[in-house]
């Protein structure tokens, strides 16, 4: 009950705050539309596969999800400086309900967040079939990582900087090195490895593969997720408990 | 029973000692005033009573619990109501109160039932389905108190309750406050003098991390030869400090 009473507060607090709408749900579907537009004007000749509501829809959703750290983080970040918190460490709520507090309301939203853009996709062509509902599935542990990173630099950064560190600079890395806005090995060297590194690009190829039906292709770059995910859901528990004991 | 006895509560932080080895005795159903200059060690005080942070030294016990070795037996008995805005600024006043209730271990229906009677007990019909963050400090100062008391505490902390309020707005909370007189045991911060006076059955004065002196405001006002209770205060803290 506890649990369940404290990420029902989480949610109320998320969903009704303004951004959550404009950047988790606005943007996303804004950029959706916006690329539709442009893909449609390139010529047939020009062979750009990029922008074809197949390729970009996988990407727009993890780019999506990458709001949910800015979501989570600023929420955590507030509580952890307010009177409001204090009120909760003196009452029975225990770290591991903290946690998942924070953590639970996170993936309805992601699930939500995502289900949105493929109904949209579906509005400009995208066919809707298993595929779409795989996509779904295959974006969870992408969303995951975001909000673990969320949990994490919630706990650590002030609410003023984790604006700049979820918003502006993780919003961007993630967009960057993860051939959704472009092809990394365009750019090669360093930023093309990185991008390898780095879980983005493999959450977009698995969610591109599950779109497509190449079934076999989803898991080798799921797996590279799967892993941040599970490394980084660790640290944000730790680094949370230990900012918990310390409060 | 006493609600809440510390023996030698001491807590230090590296070469600073916030408080040190304090010997105080609530009894239940007493409205204690804990009062003191900055940096005299009462926040400190509350904040171990109410397990928020660990002594390192000395033991305090509420209801007969040890803060040290049993904090969570410790937080079902008290609750708090902190000294800036504690309320979720995004959550109505009915569903803060349910919040709290819920956390506490009520049920939907109980709590659903629990916030209406705080609603009607704090007269708060009129702003039940208002966002708490859109409340002025008085109404937000009010709710936090009755989210405090939701949970049916045995021990009532309230730090500075009446802090930045406005005049009618403090009178509003004092009325509030002595309705709870007898019922609960409260412990009470303020730098208001004339709030501790008019509304605590005792007062401690803190001064340098120990309690300096205690008794009723008549008590303290005769030990410090002065018909005032300000004038008391000054004299007993101004000699603590020299």
Redesign the interface.
Known sequence: ??T???A??NT??IL??PLTLIFGLGFPLVLLVLLSAINSGIPKEGNVTMFEINNLTPGITVFGLSFLSLFSSMLIAKDRT???M????????RPAEFILGYTLPMLPMALAQTAICYAAAVFYGMAFNANVLLAMLVNLPIAVVFISLGLLFGSVLSEKAVGGVCGALLTNLSAWFSNIWFDTSMVGGWFEKAAKLLPFSHAVAAAKAAVAGNYADIMPDLWWVVGYALVLLVAAITVFSVKLKR? | MNAIETKGLTKKYKDITAVNALDLTVREGELYGLLGVNGAGKSTTIKML???TSPTGGDAKVLGHSVKTEA?KV??L??????????????SVR?NLE??S??????AKEAREKAGEMIEKFDMEQIAKQ?AGTLSGGWQRRLSIA??LI?EPKVL?LDEPTLGLDVLARRELWRVIEKLKGKITIILTTHYLEEAEALCDRIGIMAKAQLKAEGTAAELKTLAGTDDFEEAFITIAEEALK
């Open positions: 009950m506890r369940t009473a404290f029902s507060r109320k607090e009704r705050d307010s009177s409001f204090l009120r909760l460490f003196t009452s029975p709520i409060s | 109410s397990t928020l969570e937080k079902a008290i609750n708090v109501s902190p000294q800036e805005t504690a309320v979720a600024e995004k959550l569903e919040f709290i819920k956390i506490y271990g009520s049920s966002k989210m405090a949970s902390f």
